[in-house]
């Protein structure tokens, strides 16, 4: 009964290779998030999507997209993958009016 | 384009102390929240706290409190009679009603001392 779960937890991959991490939630909220953590702790938006249209879509290289079926799933696909790609992703997801954020448990993504 | 402050890098407190953790913000906005998160080793984002800018009455959640002034804007956190478990990264977060976004500053590393 997980609120926003994200899989895979760990990704270990080579440069160059395109992956994809998937996060879902359950709570009903409106609104879903990608936020990037890097190797300094900082976190940072990437996209959002309101009702699986984009919303937020920060100044992330193309490589990076984001995609949303529907309000409870936000998945994230990144092509060619670079070292600088290595980094924690969180997913989290909100509810307008309500203004509470509700996080993921983060992707380490290792890229080698 | 708001910015978040977190003039403190590390700071270390003695169990059952009390630590306090600064924050500043720069936003035109009026109407928007903040908030305190921890993140432990397992890298959970936990909740700690939330404000809302109209309300002038700081907002407590058992241990935790924060001291808002917004004229200042600071957002300061205040944790008392400190315990182990609080050990962990504390992220001071922005959110403005109309981007609906999270704006984090740089963290405080909090360590416990038994």
């Known amino acids: 009964d997980t609120a926003v779960s994200q899989t895979p937890k760990y990704l270990v991959t080579q440069m160059g290779n395109d992956k994809s991490i998937k996060c879902e939630q359950n709570?009903?909220?409106?609104?879903m998030y990608w936020y990037k953590q890097d190797s300094k702790k900082f976190l940072k938006i990437m996209f959002s999507?309101?009702?699986?249209?984009?919303?937020i879509n920060e100044t992330v290289p193309n490589r990076f997209s984001p995609k949303s079926p529907d309000k409870a799933h936000l998945n994230l696909h990144i092509n060619s993958l670079e070292l600088g790609d290595s980094a924690v992703y969180f997913c989290?997801?909100?509810?307008?009016?309500?203004?509470?954020?509700?996080f993921g448990s983060g992707t380490r993504l290792t890229v080698v | 384009a708001q910015t978040v402050t977190q003039s403190q890098p590390e700071m270390s407190v003695q169990e059952a102390e009390t630590v306090t953790l600064s924050c500043t913000y720069d936003?035109?906005?009026?109407?928007?929240?903040l908030f305190w998160y921890k993140q432990p080793p397992s890298r959970q984002m936990i909740l700690v706290i939330r404000?809302?800018?109209?309300?002038?009455q700081n907002a407590t959640e058992n241990r935790f409190s924060v001291n808002f002034q917004k004229a200042a804007k600071s957002f300061s956190l205040k944790i008392s009679d400190s315990q182990l478990g609080d050990a962990a990264m504390y992220f001071c977060a922005f959110h403005d009603t109309g981007r609906r976004a999270l704006t984090f500053g740089s963290g405080t590393r909090l360590q416990v001392q038994p």
């Open positions: 936003t035109s906005e009026s109407d928007y929240y």
């Open positions: 989290a997801s909100s509810q307008l009016n309500r203004e509470e954020y509700t």
């Open positions: 709570l009903g909220h409106d609104t």
């Open positions: 404000q809302e800018a109209y309300k002038q």
């Open positions: 999507y309101n009702n699986k249209e984009l919303i």
